[in-house]
């Protein structure tokens, strides 16, 4: 299949690459009512504040602390996962307490609808 568009072609992970990034990838295990998770899953990492701190490894990985855990994105690969002829992006997702033992993996397809637009999760 051939791709009608790319918004993606020149993604990198960057340190302004987290107001596109949705807060869901290092929200993890959100604990509050199902409302208040949405709320937060509504919105881009960037929006999650000050408590952020970011470390980007290469163009390809950065590390994000926050609310006690450590998370570290990765980008593996472009491609149409969804087969709707926009480029989507797989990402690896690890997250981690900094002080326990709690660690998750999980991979995650965003797409981007519009070239500065918020990244989108797809389903799997």
């Known amino acids: 299949i051939r791709l009608k568009v790319s918004y993606l072609n020149d993604f990198v992970l960057e340190k302004d690459t987290i107001r596109y990034l949705p807060a869901k990838l ?6 509050g009512s199902e409302e208040e998770c949405n709320k937060i899953y509504s919105k881009t990492i960037e929006d999650l504040g000050s408590e952020l ?3 980007v490894e290469n163009k390809f990985s950065i590390k994000l602390d926050y609310n006690d855990t450590t998370n570290s994105i990765t980008l ?13 992006i797989l990402l ?3 997250h981690h307490y900094i002080s326990g033992t709690g660690r998750s993996y999980e991979s995650v397809v ?10 989108i999760e797809l389903p799997l």
């Open 110 to 119: 965003l797409t981007r609808l519009a070239r500065k637009g918020k990244l």
């Open 26 to 31: 290092i929200s993890w295990g959100c604990v």
């Open 76 to 88: 593996l690969a472009w491609g149409d996962f969804n087969h709707d002829g926009i480029e989507d």
């Open 92 to 94: 690896n997702v690890t």
């Open 53 to 55: 701190k970011i470390k």
